[in-house]
Each structure stands twice: as C-alpha cells, then as structure tokens.
DNA sequence: CTGTAGCGCAACTTGGAGGTTGCACATGAT
DNA sequence: ATCATGTGCAACCTCCAAGTTGCGCTACAG
C-alpha cells in the first residue's frame, strides 16, 4: 500500500509499539528477544510489532553476527518527540 | 478502553476518516448523508467513522430537527492542522 | 393524516491485526 | 563436531474493523 501516513498512525495506534518506541529511544538499539523481556508477549510477536514499525518507516535493522539489532530512524526519533509532547498536551486538557 | 491516543491514532490511520476531518474542517459543519456524497460508502459506513471520530473526541454531534449535524472538536481542528504540516513534512523528505 | 427524508439500530460477511506454536536455519561457544 | 542462542518462516486461531443490507422510528411537508 502507498498510504504513508496510515501506515505511520497505523502503527503508532499500538500501545506495544509506542513502548518499544519508547525502549529504542532510551536505549538506542536493541534485538527482538531483548524487548521480549519488556513486553507480555513472545518473541515472534515483537518481531512483528517491529516489522510493521520497519514499513511505516518508524525503525530499521540490520544484522550483526547471530542477532538483529533495531533502532529508530530519524521519522521514529521524531514521532517519540511527538509522541512525549502529544501525552502532555493530552493531560493538560483532561482537567 | 482508556487508550485516549491509541483511538485517536487509530482513527487517523483510516485516509477515509482523514478525508471526512478535511470536509469538516473546510465547511464547518455536515450530515452523514451530505458527507456519504463525497466518500465511496453508504451512509451508515460514513456514520460509522463519525462514530470512531467522535469516539476519539476529534469530532461533535448535535441533533437538529431531524438530521444530525457534526463538527470538529477543538482537538479534531488541532490535527486537521497537524496533518497539513505532516503531509508536507513527508513530501520534503520524499526527495 | 399521509408521505417522505434522515437517522439509528441490529445482524451479517469478510479481511486483516495481533498473538501463538512449531520448526528449520545460521552463527558463535565449547 | 556438537550444542546453544538468536532468528526467520509458515500455519493456525481469535477477534475486531469496515462495510453491507434491512428495518423501524422521528420529524418535517403536503
């Protein structure tokens, strides 16, 4: 699909996702089996989380030895920044 | 659910319900029926999404004799705006 | 009071998202 | 050579989102 933007809030709509959102822009990097311990799922469903954090342009990987190391891109580090403004606009407005 | 931002990225992440704020946001107001002449739907499809929007607190309804008016929300105008900016955003980083 | 325009509700279908399990493959350690 | 670790692929399940159709109610027009 072409719809860049759906796909970007698409992923974004995931609370899993903007988590490991949150994890790689504290840590920097980070693999699969690493965020497995972080969230109440098994591998091969962060896997996918990242997967379809990697098509909307979010993350990208690359293979070092045995294991795949993942980080933000610029858009991702960017939507995290966003992302920490929006929760606080958000709790401004809630009273 | 309680997800406030995960809805509203949820209801961003469908490009129909992006062009439904887009409508709103030029005319101000609209009817399911009005907006079902814009959008490749049935009107219960199009009342539907103005569920989902309102929902995520991006749009408002208000009866009125027999038809049913809706408008953005304060929050809903925010990322009409929001959206603009991404767009290009993303047509800039395109090149 | 009868017709019609606009809405809302409910049931149903279909496709995809999120998750699991099982297995095969590659790579580093012993 | 063998074993353990980390990954990727594929099949499967379940649930919800998106859309449809059909029907019944409300309200304005004649």
Do not use: C, N
Not at 50 to 78: F, H, K
């Amino acid at each position: 699909m072409s719809d860049q933007l759906g796909m970007v809030f698409g992923a974004l709509a995931d609370p899993s996702r903007r988590q490991v959102i949150g994890y790689l822009s504290e840590r920097g990097t980070a693999t699969a089996t690493e965020l497995t311990g972080e969230l109440p799922m098994t591998r091969q469903a962060v896997a996918k989380h990242l997967a379809t954090l990697a098509d909307a342009g979010l993350v990208e990987s690359e293979r070092q030895g045995r294991e795949t190391r993942y980080r933000l891109t610029e858009a991702g580090a960017e939507w995290d920044d966003r992302l920490d403004s929006l929760k606080r606009h958000l709790e401004r407005r809630r009273r």
